[in-house]
Every structure is written in structure tokens, then in C-alpha cells.
């Protein structure tokens, strides 16, 4: 398409195109600039939580699955909970430990032979409910300082009253996550709202499902406080070690 001027056209009228050019191209490049600068805000976006993940308290969770529920679904279990204690700004690592033959495996190749330390946790995941003084909720219960039990029937079945398989891994890991909340909160940390609440009916297994039944603000920053203080002890165990002092490993049954 030719765009000069015809013999007909008119100073104003040529001027008028040429405007129009100008105007479009300069929308274009505006354009071009808006998005370089949200994708340039974007990977700073990206880079800021990633610094923010980098620096948040960690605790690494050993996984005992005595149940049938398989490595898919507990997985998924994983990933829930992970995420509700990632809200109250904890990082998690979790490290599935097979309950069998870990006595054939050289204890270099498997962390899950190694001294329990400070900043971990033992999440035992049990087939039904016992009567014992630890009892929580008849979802699971915790026995201060490192180790956490939850009933998977019990989630199994809640699942299942409403004929929704796929509830089942994301009210296990809330019940993962209320028992960690446990461990890290101390002893008489229910609440009246989120997570730590010690009765779930409808509303609670509701806001499980829209993935709102969280830790508190002020749980949030407790849990923060605790893992910082565990991860100072193993530092300081670390330290003693180097300089020829003795620390004495977390262990549990």
C-alpha cells in the first residue's frame, strides 16, 4: 500500500496521516515498554519470594506411613499441609521414610537413619484412633517436642461421607498441619478460628476445601519464632561440635 502523496492530497490531509502514524506508533511503543516493564516487575516479583522462601524458617518433617494410603494421595497430603504452614511463613522438608528395611540401607544413602535434629519433626501417619494420654482430636495427636500422629481412616471416611475421594488428601493435610501447629505452638494451642480450632464440622471441613482454614496471625508468628529457635539450637550444637564440645541429638521412639 502506497502511503505518499497522491496529487489530490492536501498539505492538512498528509498531515493528518502523518499524526495518525505518529500516534500509532507511538501507542505501539508505549505498549512495548508497558510490558517489558511488567515482565521486568514480574522476575523481580518471582525473585523477591524466592528471597522470601530462602529466608524463612525451616523444619524438616521424616514421614512414617503405617497405612495403606499410597504415596500418590500422601503426597498430596504433603503438599496441603505444606502449603497451610507455608501461609504461617514456615518452610517444609519433607523426607518419606519407609517403615521396612531401612536397616539394608548404609546410613550415608538415606537421611532417614540419621540423628533426629532439632528442627525436625516425625510425622507418624496411623491407621485408626488409640486410647493413650496424648489423645488430641480424633484426628491425630502430639507428643512435644518432635512427634505428630494423624489417623488417616479418619480422614479416609470423612472423605468418603460425602462421596469425595478427592477431599481425602486435603483434610489430611490440614490434620498434618494441626498437629505440626502443635509441636511448634506448645502445649493448649487450640483456637476458636483456623486451623488449631479442635472441633471440625461442616463450616471447618467447608473452609478446608477452599483452602482457607489457616493459622492465625498471631499462631503464624509464634510458629516463625519456634522454628527460628530450633534452628538456633541446632546451630549452636553445630558450633560446640566443631570446637570439640559434645551435643547430645533429639531422638524419640
Known amino acids: 500500500m502506497k502511503t505518499g502523496i497522491t496529487k489530490g492530497d492536501s498539505p492538512a490531509r498528509h498531515n493528518l496521516w502523518r499524526n495518525c502514524f505518529l500516534g500509532i506508533r507511538f501507542k505501539l511503543s508505549f505498549a512495548l515498554v508497558a510490558c517489558w516493564l511488567g515482565a521486568l516487575g514480574s522476575v523481580t516479583t518471582v525473585a523477591a519470594l524466592a528471597r522470601m522462601t530462602e529466608a524463612s524458617p525451616t523444619v524438616r518433617i521424616r514421614v512414617n506411613n503405617y497405612t495403606q494410603a499410597s504415596p500418590l494421595m500422601l503426597a498430596k497430603a504433603e503438599r496441603e499441609a505444606g502449603?497451610?504452614?507455608?501461609?504461617?511463613?514456615?518452610?517444609?522438608v519433607w523426607l518419606d521414610c519407609p517403615i521396612t528395611h531401612l536397616e539394608s540401607v548404609h546410613v550415608q544413602q538415606n537421611l532417614c537413619l540419621e540423628a533426629l535434629q532439632a528442627p525436625d519433626i516425625v510425622l507418624r501417619v496411623l491407621l485408626e484412633p488409640t486410647h493413650n494420654r496424648f489423645q488430641d482430636t480424633v484426628y491425630g495427636f502430639a507428643v512435644l517436642p518432635i512427634v505428630a500422629s494423624v489417623y488417616f481412616n479418619h480422614a479416609l471416611r470423612t472423605g468418603k461421607r460425602d462421596n469425595a475421594d478427592f477431599e481425602v488428601p486435603i483434610i489430611l493435610g490440614c490434620v498434618i498441619a494441626h498437629e505440626v501447629g502443635h509441636l511448634l505452638l506448645g502445649s493448649n494451642s487450640h483456637s476458636a478460628s483456623g486451623v488449631m480450632q479442635p472441633l471440625w464440622e461442616r463450616k471447618q471441613l467447608r473452609q478446608a476445601m477452599m483452602g482457607v482454614l489457616?493459622?492465625?496471625?498471631?499462631?503464624?508468628?509464634?510458629?516463625?519464632?519456634?522454628a527460628e529457635r530450633r534452628s538456633s539450637v541446632e546451630a549452636v550444637g553445630l558450633k560446640d561440635q566443631r570446637a570439640g564440645g559434645f551435643?547430645?541429638?533429639?531422638?524419640a521412639e
Not at 214 to 226: C, D, V, Y
Not at 247 to 251: A, D, E, I, L, R
Open 83 to 92: 502449603r497451610i504452614l507455608g501461609e504461617a511463613g514456615l518452610r517444609v
Open 247 to 251: 551435643h547430645q541429638p533429639v531422638s
Open 214 to 226: 489457616l493459622f492465625t496471625k498471631e499462631q503464624s508468628e509464634r510458629i516463625q519464632a519456634e
